[in-house]
Protein backbone atom coordinates (compact mmCIF):
# COMPACT_ATOMS: atom_id res chain seq x y z
CA UNK A 1 0.00 0.00 0.00
CA UNK A 2 2.59 2.38 0.63
CA UNK A 3 4.55 1.49 -2.66
CA UNK A 4 1.07 3.01 -4.53
CA UNK A 5 0.78 5.84 -2.12
CA UNK A 6 4.29 6.99 -3.03
CA UNK A 7 3.92 6.39 -6.72
CA UNK A 8 0.86 8.19 -7.05
CA UNK A 9 2.32 11.10 -4.76
CA UNK A 10 4.92 11.28 -7.59
CA UNK A 11 2.51 10.95 -10.57
CA UNK A 12 0.63 13.85 -8.05
CA UNK A 13 3.92 16.49 -7.72
CA UNK A 14 4.48 15.81 -11.82
CA UNK A 15 1.30 16.81 -13.02
CA UNK A 16 0.80 19.73 -10.39
CA UNK A 17 4.22 20.83 -10.95
CA UNK A 18 5.47 24.65 -11.83
CA UNK A 19 3.92 24.14 -16.03
CA UNK A 20 0.75 23.35 -14.68
CA UNK A 21 0.51 25.94 -12.22
CA UNK A 22 1.70 28.69 -14.51
CA UNK A 23 -0.52 27.66 -17.20
CA UNK A 24 -3.55 27.62 -14.51
CA UNK A 25 -2.88 31.39 -13.25
CA UNK A 26 -1.35 32.72 -16.68
CA UNK A 27 -4.57 31.83 -18.16
CA UNK A 28 -6.08 33.64 -15.85
CA UNK A 29 -3.92 36.58 -15.42
CA UNK A 30 -3.41 37.33 -19.53
CA UNK A 31 -7.89 37.10 -19.57
CA UNK A 32 -7.78 39.88 -15.97
CA UNK A 33 -5.66 42.26 -17.86
CA UNK A 34 -6.88 41.33 -21.90
CA UNK A 35 -10.33 42.05 -20.63
CA UNK A 36 -9.50 45.21 -17.91
CA UNK A 37 -9.94 43.41 -14.65
CA UNK A 38 -13.40 42.30 -15.28
CA UNK A 39 -13.51 40.30 -11.96
CA UNK A 40 -13.29 43.92 -10.46
CA UNK A 41 -15.39 45.70 -13.06
CA UNK A 42 -18.43 43.79 -13.37
CA UNK A 43 -18.61 41.81 -10.03
CA UNK A 44 -21.13 44.31 -8.95
CA UNK A 45 -22.99 44.10 -12.19
CA UNK A 46 -22.38 40.25 -12.32
CA UNK A 47 -24.09 40.29 -8.37
CA UNK A 48 -27.13 42.03 -9.52
CA UNK A 49 -27.89 39.31 -12.54
CA UNK A 50 -27.23 36.52 -9.87
CA UNK A 51 -30.33 37.86 -7.36
CA UNK A 52 -32.25 38.84 -10.76
CA UNK A 53 -35.55 36.97 -12.22
CA UNK A 54 -34.64 37.03 -15.76
CA UNK A 55 -33.74 34.17 -16.87
CA UNK A 56 -35.31 33.89 -20.57
CA UNK A 57 -34.29 32.50 -23.33
CA UNK A 58 -33.24 28.63 -24.67
CA UNK A 59 -31.68 26.26 -21.70
CA UNK A 60 -33.46 23.96 -19.01
CA UNK A 61 -32.70 25.41 -16.18
CA UNK A 62 -32.67 29.74 -14.66
CA UNK A 63 -29.42 30.78 -14.67
CA UNK A 64 -29.70 30.68 -10.57
CA UNK A 65 -30.18 27.40 -10.99
CA UNK A 66 -27.23 26.92 -13.11
CA UNK A 67 -24.77 28.54 -10.74
CA UNK A 68 -26.16 26.79 -7.62
CA UNK A 69 -25.26 23.60 -9.68
CA UNK A 70 -22.20 24.37 -10.63
CA UNK A 71 -21.91 25.67 -6.45
CA UNK A 72 -23.61 22.79 -5.47
CA UNK A 73 -20.22 20.86 -7.38
CA UNK A 74 -17.65 23.61 -5.29
CA UNK A 75 -18.51 24.01 -2.44
CA UNK A 76 -17.68 21.20 -0.81
CA UNK A 77 -15.10 19.25 1.30
CA UNK A 78 -12.51 21.86 -0.66
CA UNK A 79 -13.90 24.55 1.60
CA UNK A 80 -13.78 22.51 4.91
CA UNK A 81 -11.26 19.74 4.55
CA UNK A 82 -9.25 21.72 1.57
CA UNK A 83 -8.66 24.35 3.20
CA UNK A 84 -7.33 22.88 6.49
CA UNK A 85 -5.29 20.39 4.30
CA UNK A 86 -3.81 23.55 2.67
CA UNK A 87 -2.82 25.03 5.32
CA UNK A 88 -1.44 22.00 7.12
CA UNK A 89 0.61 21.32 4.17
CA UNK A 90 1.95 25.16 3.44
CA UNK A 91 1.50 27.26 6.69
CA UNK A 92 -1.22 29.97 6.69
CA UNK A 93 0.74 31.99 3.52
CA UNK A 94 -1.40 29.25 1.17
CA UNK A 95 -4.65 30.93 2.19
CA UNK A 96 -2.73 33.80 0.21
CA UNK A 97 -1.93 32.01 -3.17
CA UNK A 98 -5.46 30.71 -2.87
CA UNK A 99 -6.80 33.98 -2.87
CA UNK A 100 -4.61 34.61 -5.80
CA UNK A 101 -5.79 31.67 -8.00
CA UNK A 102 -9.18 33.16 -6.85
CA UNK A 103 -8.94 36.55 -8.33
CA UNK A 104 -7.08 35.10 -11.41
CA UNK A 105 -9.72 31.79 -11.88
CA UNK A 106 -12.96 34.34 -11.67
CA UNK A 107 -11.85 35.71 -15.08
CA UNK A 108 -10.95 31.94 -16.04
CA UNK A 109 -14.24 30.93 -15.05
CA UNK A 110 -16.02 33.88 -17.05
CA UNK A 111 -14.10 32.76 -20.03
CA UNK A 112 -14.78 29.06 -20.14
CA UNK A 113 -18.78 29.73 -19.14
CA UNK A 114 -18.93 31.81 -21.77
CA UNK A 115 -18.09 29.78 -24.65
CA UNK A 116 -19.88 26.87 -22.80
CA UNK A 117 -23.33 28.69 -23.80
CA UNK A 118 -21.63 29.73 -27.05
CA UNK A 119 -20.88 26.44 -28.72
CA UNK A 120 -23.83 24.98 -26.78
CA UNK A 121 -26.14 21.98 -28.19
CA UNK A 122 -28.97 19.79 -27.85
CA UNK A 123 -28.92 15.97 -27.31
CA UNK A 124 -31.44 13.79 -28.60
CA UNK A 125 -33.89 14.30 -25.48
CA UNK A 126 -33.71 17.91 -26.36
CA UNK A 127 -31.47 19.03 -23.46
CA UNK A 128 -28.93 21.21 -23.53
CA UNK A 129 -25.38 19.82 -24.09
CA UNK A 130 -22.65 22.16 -23.52
CA UNK A 131 -19.28 22.41 -21.91
CA UNK A 132 -15.17 22.26 -22.64
CA UNK A 133 -16.10 19.44 -25.00
CA UNK A 134 -17.53 21.05 -27.29
CA UNK A 135 -16.02 24.08 -27.82
CA UNK A 136 -12.50 22.62 -28.33
CA UNK A 137 -14.19 20.51 -30.75
CA UNK A 138 -16.46 23.04 -32.63
CA UNK A 139 -14.41 26.05 -31.64
CA UNK A 140 -10.52 24.69 -31.56
CA UNK A 141 -11.56 22.37 -34.08
CA UNK A 142 -9.49 19.25 -31.77
CA UNK A 143 -11.65 16.11 -31.67
CA UNK A 144 -8.68 14.42 -29.45
CA UNK A 145 -8.81 17.50 -27.16
CA UNK A 146 -12.39 17.32 -26.46
CA UNK A 147 -11.95 13.86 -25.83
CA UNK A 148 -9.16 14.01 -23.39
CA UNK A 149 -11.09 16.40 -21.60
CA UNK A 150 -14.42 13.89 -21.57
CA UNK A 151 -12.40 11.08 -20.17
CA UNK A 152 -10.47 13.33 -17.66
CA UNK A 153 -13.52 15.01 -16.29
CA UNK A 154 -15.42 11.69 -16.25
CA UNK A 155 -12.77 10.33 -13.95
CA UNK A 156 -12.81 13.39 -11.60
CA UNK A 157 -16.69 12.50 -11.20
CA UNK A 158 -16.40 9.04 -10.65
CA UNK A 159 -12.94 8.93 -8.56
CA UNK A 160 -12.08 12.04 -8.01
CA UNK A 161 -13.97 15.36 -6.82
CA UNK A 162 -17.09 14.11 -7.63
CA UNK A 163 -17.53 10.74 -5.43
CA UNK A 164 -14.63 9.27 -3.15
CA UNK A 165 -13.32 12.97 -0.92
CA UNK A 166 -16.81 13.91 -0.75
CA UNK A 167 -18.28 10.36 0.53
CA UNK A 168 -15.16 9.89 3.43
CA UNK A 169 -16.37 13.65 5.04
CA UNK A 170 -19.90 12.82 5.07
CA UNK A 171 -19.07 9.57 6.85
CA UNK A 172 -16.49 10.76 9.17
CA UNK A 173 -18.38 14.04 9.95
CA UNK A 174 -21.84 11.61 10.79
CA UNK A 175 -19.64 9.26 12.99
CA UNK A 176 -18.05 12.09 14.52
CA UNK A 177 -20.92 13.86 15.96
CA UNK A 178 -23.48 12.31 15.57
CA UNK A 179 -21.73 8.34 16.35
CA UNK A 180 -23.39 6.60 13.15
CA UNK A 181 -22.17 3.90 12.21
CA UNK A 182 -20.10 4.02 8.75
CA UNK A 183 -21.66 1.26 7.21
CA UNK A 184 -25.72 3.32 8.04
CA UNK A 185 -24.27 6.84 6.83
CA UNK A 186 -23.08 5.22 3.47
CA UNK A 187 -26.27 3.13 2.99
CA UNK A 188 -28.54 6.49 3.36
CA UNK A 189 -26.22 8.42 1.55
CA UNK A 190 -26.09 5.89 -1.59
CA UNK A 191 -30.12 5.74 -1.77
CA UNK A 192 -30.36 9.58 -1.32
CA UNK A 193 -27.52 9.93 -3.99
CA UNK A 194 -29.85 7.43 -6.32
CA UNK A 195 -33.15 8.76 -5.88
CA UNK A 196 -32.20 12.56 -6.90
CA UNK A 197 -29.37 11.97 -9.44
CA UNK A 198 -32.04 9.56 -11.35
CA UNK A 199 -34.59 12.79 -11.89
CA UNK A 200 -31.61 14.64 -14.42
CA UNK A 201 -30.06 18.09 -14.26
CA UNK A 202 -33.86 19.36 -12.94
CA UNK A 203 -34.08 17.55 -9.81
CA UNK A 204 -30.21 18.11 -9.02
CA UNK A 205 -30.65 21.74 -9.90
CA UNK A 206 -33.75 22.06 -7.43
CA UNK A 207 -31.93 20.10 -4.57
CA UNK A 208 -29.22 22.59 -5.00
CA UNK A 209 -31.34 25.73 -5.42
CA UNK A 210 -32.66 25.52 -1.75
CA UNK A 211 -29.98 23.41 -0.19
CA UNK A 212 -26.47 25.50 -1.37
CA UNK A 213 -27.57 29.09 -0.68
CA UNK A 214 -28.87 27.59 2.76
CA UNK A 215 -26.11 25.84 4.26
CA UNK A 216 -23.84 28.56 2.42
CA UNK A 217 -25.45 31.04 4.78
CA UNK A 218 -25.45 28.98 7.82
CA UNK A 219 -21.67 28.16 7.37
CA UNK A 220 -20.19 31.94 6.68
CA UNK A 221 -22.34 33.10 9.99
CA UNK A 222 -21.15 29.87 11.78
CA UNK A 223 -17.32 31.41 11.07
CA UNK A 224 -18.19 34.97 11.86
CA UNK A 225 -18.98 34.29 15.13
CA UNK A 226 -15.59 32.72 15.45
CA UNK A 227 -14.00 36.17 13.57
CA UNK A 228 -16.49 38.01 15.50
CA UNK A 229 -15.13 36.62 19.12
CA UNK A 230 -11.54 36.68 18.04
CA UNK A 231 -11.80 40.51 16.14
CA UNK A 232 -8.95 42.15 17.93
CA UNK A 233 -6.12 39.43 16.87
CA UNK A 234 -7.94 39.40 12.72
CA UNK A 235 -5.27 42.30 11.89
CA UNK A 236 -2.08 39.70 12.80
CA UNK A 237 -3.36 36.81 11.23
CA UNK A 238 -4.01 38.99 7.79
CA UNK A 239 -0.49 39.65 8.81
CA UNK A 240 1.13 36.56 9.43
CA UNK A 241 -1.25 35.18 6.01
CA UNK A 242 0.46 37.74 4.00
CA UNK A 243 4.16 37.61 5.37
CA UNK A 244 4.31 33.79 5.32
CA UNK A 245 3.27 33.89 1.96
CA UNK A 246 6.70 35.20 0.85
CA UNK A 247 9.22 33.96 3.68
CA UNK A 248 9.11 30.51 4.90
CA UNK A 249 6.88 29.39 7.57
CA UNK A 250 8.75 28.44 10.70
CA UNK A 251 7.86 25.08 12.70
CA UNK A 252 5.75 25.88 15.58
CA UNK A 253 3.44 23.54 17.58
CA UNK A 254 2.51 20.17 15.73
CA UNK A 255 3.26 22.23 12.40
CA UNK A 256 6.43 21.04 10.29
CA UNK A 257 7.36 24.38 8.74
CA UNK A 258 7.00 25.34 4.92
CA UNK A 259 9.14 26.90 2.65
CA UNK A 260 7.44 29.35 -0.27
CA UNK A 261 7.03 26.84 -2.80
CA UNK A 262 4.88 24.71 -0.79
CA UNK A 263 2.95 27.30 0.21
CA UNK A 264 1.96 27.85 -3.62
CA UNK A 265 1.55 24.85 -4.69
CA UNK A 266 -0.86 23.89 -1.74
CA UNK A 267 -2.87 26.84 -1.80
CA UNK A 268 -2.98 27.20 -5.51
CA UNK A 269 -3.84 23.49 -5.91
CA UNK A 270 -6.32 23.30 -3.05
CA UNK A 271 -7.77 26.65 -4.39
CA UNK A 272 -8.59 24.85 -7.72
CA UNK A 273 -10.05 22.17 -6.04
CA UNK A 274 -12.81 24.25 -4.09
CA UNK A 275 -13.50 26.53 -6.88
CA UNK A 276 -12.67 24.62 -10.17
CA UNK A 277 -11.68 27.81 -12.10
CA UNK A 278 -10.00 26.43 -15.03
CA UNK A 279 -10.79 23.09 -15.18
CA UNK A 280 -13.75 22.97 -17.20
CA UNK A 281 -16.65 21.58 -14.51
CA UNK A 282 -18.60 24.85 -14.49
CA UNK A 283 -19.44 25.33 -18.20
CA UNK A 284 -21.29 22.10 -18.11
CA UNK A 285 -23.72 23.13 -15.90
CA UNK A 286 -23.67 26.71 -17.11
CA UNK A 287 -24.78 25.14 -20.59
CA UNK A 288 -28.24 24.83 -19.53
CA UNK A 289 -29.33 28.26 -18.62
CA UNK A 290 -31.81 29.72 -19.96
CA UNK A 291 -30.32 32.76 -21.38
CA UNK A 292 -29.74 34.29 -24.18
CA UNK A 293 -26.41 35.60 -23.71
CA UNK A 294 -23.41 34.13 -23.42
CA UNK A 295 -21.81 36.88 -21.57
CA UNK A 296 -24.22 37.48 -18.89
CA UNK A 297 -23.94 33.68 -18.12
CA UNK A 298 -20.02 34.39 -18.23
CA UNK A 299 -20.65 37.30 -16.06
CA UNK A 300 -23.25 35.08 -13.25
CA UNK A 301 -20.96 32.32 -13.43
CA UNK A 302 -18.17 33.73 -12.46
CA UNK A 303 -19.78 34.96 -9.00
CA UNK A 304 -19.29 30.71 -8.22
CA UNK A 305 -15.48 31.63 -7.54
CA UNK A 306 -15.33 34.75 -5.62
CA UNK A 307 -18.77 32.77 -3.17
CA UNK A 308 -16.67 29.98 -2.78
CA UNK A 309 -13.09 30.98 -2.68
CA UNK A 310 -13.12 34.61 -1.61
CA UNK A 311 -15.82 34.03 0.96
CA UNK A 312 -15.78 30.89 2.28
CA UNK A 313 -12.84 29.67 2.24
CA UNK A 314 -11.69 32.75 3.39
CA UNK A 315 -13.58 32.81 6.73
CA UNK A 316 -12.21 28.75 7.19
CA UNK A 317 -8.60 29.72 6.61
CA UNK A 318 -9.12 32.74 9.27
CA UNK A 319 -11.11 30.53 11.56
CA UNK A 320 -7.95 28.07 11.56
CA UNK A 321 -5.64 30.78 12.11
CA UNK A 322 -7.09 32.80 14.81
CA UNK A 323 -7.70 29.80 16.97
CA UNK A 324 -4.67 28.13 16.38
CA UNK A 325 -5.71 24.90 14.74
CA UNK A 326 -3.46 24.82 12.05
CA UNK A 327 -0.25 24.25 14.72
CA UNK A 328 -2.04 21.22 16.29
CA UNK A 329 -1.02 17.41 15.09
CA UNK A 330 -4.55 17.08 13.49
CA UNK A 331 -5.83 17.23 9.79
CA UNK A 332 -8.28 17.54 7.59
CA UNK A 333 -11.97 17.74 8.99
CA UNK A 334 -10.78 17.52 12.50
CA UNK A 335 -8.41 20.27 12.53
CA UNK A 336 -11.73 22.72 11.31
CA UNK A 337 -13.89 20.83 13.52
CA UNK A 338 -11.38 21.54 16.69
CA UNK A 339 -10.97 25.47 15.36
CA UNK A 340 -14.40 25.83 15.66
CA UNK A 341 -14.90 24.26 19.43
CA UNK A 342 -12.13 26.53 20.17
CA UNK A 343 -13.72 29.53 18.84
CA UNK A 344 -16.74 29.16 19.83
CA UNK A 345 -15.65 27.61 23.18
CA UNK A 346 -18.54 24.99 22.65
CA UNK A 347 -17.09 21.61 22.61
CA UNK A 348 -20.44 20.29 21.11
CA UNK A 349 -21.48 23.35 19.67
CA UNK A 350 -19.13 24.33 17.69
CA UNK A 351 -17.95 20.86 16.03
CA UNK A 352 -22.17 20.24 15.18
CA UNK A 353 -21.71 23.36 12.96
CA UNK A 354 -18.63 22.18 10.60
CA UNK A 355 -20.04 18.52 10.93
CA UNK A 356 -23.54 20.11 9.43
CA UNK A 357 -22.02 21.99 6.87
CA UNK A 358 -19.71 19.41 6.17
CA UNK A 359 -22.24 17.07 5.39
CA UNK A 360 -24.73 19.29 3.48
CA UNK A 361 -21.73 20.59 0.99
CA UNK A 362 -20.72 17.04 0.23
CA UNK A 363 -23.63 16.08 -0.74
CA UNK A 364 -24.51 18.84 -3.22
CA UNK A 365 -20.94 18.34 -4.42
CA UNK A 366 -22.14 15.03 -5.37
CA UNK A 367 -25.21 15.80 -6.91
CA UNK A 368 -23.36 18.01 -9.15
CA UNK A 369 -20.41 16.04 -10.21
CA UNK A 370 -23.08 13.68 -10.88
CA UNK A 371 -24.54 16.13 -13.76
CA UNK A 372 -20.92 16.57 -15.06
CA UNK A 373 -20.20 13.06 -15.32
CA UNK A 374 -23.15 12.30 -16.89
CA UNK A 375 -22.50 15.19 -19.59
CA UNK A 376 -19.27 13.59 -20.10
CA UNK A 377 -21.02 10.34 -21.01
CA UNK A 378 -23.39 11.80 -23.21
CA UNK A 379 -20.46 13.58 -25.04
CA UNK A 380 -18.30 10.19 -25.56
CA UNK A 381 -21.59 7.42 -25.93
CA UNK A 382 -24.68 9.46 -26.83
CA UNK A 383 -27.79 9.18 -24.42
CA UNK A 384 -27.95 5.38 -24.40
CA UNK A 385 -24.97 5.53 -21.64
CA UNK A 386 -26.82 7.84 -19.24
CA UNK A 387 -28.19 4.71 -17.18
CA UNK A 388 -25.42 2.51 -17.11
CA UNK A 389 -23.09 5.97 -15.84
CA UNK A 390 -25.64 6.59 -13.12
CA UNK A 391 -25.29 3.43 -11.65
CA UNK A 392 -21.64 2.81 -11.68
CA UNK A 393 -21.29 5.94 -9.91
CA UNK A 394 -23.69 5.01 -7.39
CA UNK A 395 -21.47 2.00 -6.73
CA UNK A 396 -18.58 3.96 -6.37
CA UNK A 397 -20.33 6.56 -3.58
CA UNK A 398 -21.01 3.46 -2.04
CA UNK A 399 -17.51 1.95 -2.22
CA UNK A 400 -15.95 5.42 -0.95
CA UNK A 401 -16.71 4.66 2.83
CA UNK A 402 -13.41 2.16 2.24
CA UNK A 403 -10.28 4.53 1.22
CA UNK A 404 -7.96 6.38 3.22
CA UNK A 405 -7.73 10.31 3.21
CA UNK A 406 -4.26 11.00 2.12
CA UNK A 407 -4.35 8.26 -0.86
CA UNK A 408 -8.36 10.04 -1.87
CA UNK A 409 -6.57 13.83 -1.62
CA UNK A 410 -4.12 12.33 -4.27
CA UNK A 411 -6.13 10.96 -6.79
CA UNK A 412 -8.18 13.76 -6.86
CA UNK A 413 -5.33 16.13 -7.23
CA UNK A 414 -4.47 13.95 -10.32
CA UNK A 415 -7.57 13.86 -12.61
CA UNK A 416 -8.23 17.48 -11.64
CA UNK A 417 -4.90 18.74 -13.10
CA UNK A 418 -5.57 16.19 -15.83
CA UNK A 419 -8.92 17.38 -16.76
CA UNK A 420 -7.67 20.98 -16.49
CA UNK A 421 -4.80 20.63 -19.35
CA UNK A 422 -7.16 20.28 -22.42
CA UNK A 423 -9.77 23.28 -21.36
CA UNK A 424 -6.66 25.69 -21.02
CA UNK A 425 -5.48 24.51 -24.32
CA UNK A 426 -9.05 25.67 -25.36
CA UNK A 427 -9.44 28.66 -23.45
CA UNK A 428 -6.21 30.22 -24.98
CA UNK A 429 -6.80 29.23 -28.38
CA UNK A 430 -10.04 30.75 -28.21
CA UNK A 431 -9.37 33.67 -26.36
CA UNK A 432 -10.34 35.99 -29.39
CA UNK A 433 -13.74 34.81 -29.30
CA UNK A 434 -14.40 35.44 -25.63
CA UNK A 435 -12.66 39.05 -26.03
CA UNK A 436 -14.85 39.94 -28.96
CA UNK A 437 -17.97 38.55 -26.98
CA UNK A 438 -16.88 40.75 -24.09
CA UNK A 439 -16.86 43.91 -26.76
CA UNK A 440 -19.93 43.53 -28.06
CA UNK A 441 -21.58 42.98 -25.16
CA UNK A 442 -20.40 45.68 -23.49
CA UNK A 443 -20.74 48.26 -26.36
CA UNK A 444 -23.98 48.14 -26.08
CA UNK A 445 -24.91 45.47 -29.16
CA UNK A 446 -25.59 42.46 -26.92
CA UNK A 447 -29.15 42.58 -29.17
CA UNK A 448 -26.89 41.34 -31.54
CA UNK A 449 -25.06 38.50 -29.95
CA UNK A 450 -28.21 37.92 -27.68
CA UNK A 451 -30.50 36.80 -30.63
CA UNK A 452 -27.93 34.45 -31.73
CA UNK A 453 -27.19 32.73 -28.96
CA UNK A 454 -30.88 32.14 -28.22
CA UNK A 455 -30.35 29.16 -31.27
CA UNK A 456 -28.31 26.52 -29.98
CA UNK A 457 -26.25 24.62 -32.31
CA UNK A 458 -27.07 21.27 -33.35
Known amino acids: MNDIQSLLQAIDNFVWGPPLLILLVGTGAYYTLRLGLPQFRYLPTALKMVFSKGSTGSGDISSFAALCTALSATIGTGNIVGVATAIKVGGPGALFWMWLAAVFGMATKYAECLLAVKYRK ?7 VGGPMYYLQDGVGSKWLAIMFAVSALGVACFGIGTFPQV ?5 ASQISF ?3 REISATLLTLLVAIITLGGIKSIANVAGKVVPTMALFYILACLSVLIANAQH ?9 TSAFTPTAATGGFLGAGIMLAIQSGVARGVFSNESGLGSAPMAAAAAKTHSCVRQGLISMTGTFFDTIIICT ?3 LTLILTGAWQTDLAGAEMTTHAFAIGLDSATLGPLMVSIGLIFFAFTTILGWNYYGERCVVYLFGTKGILPYKFIFVALVASGAFLKLDMIWVIAD ?3 GLMAVPNLIGLIALRHIVIAETKQYFNGEQSIGDEREAQPQN
Open 122 to 128: TDEKGEM
Open 168 to 172: NAILD
Open 179 to 181: GIP
Open 234 to 242: LGSALELVI
Open 315 to 317: MTG
Open 414 to 416: IVN
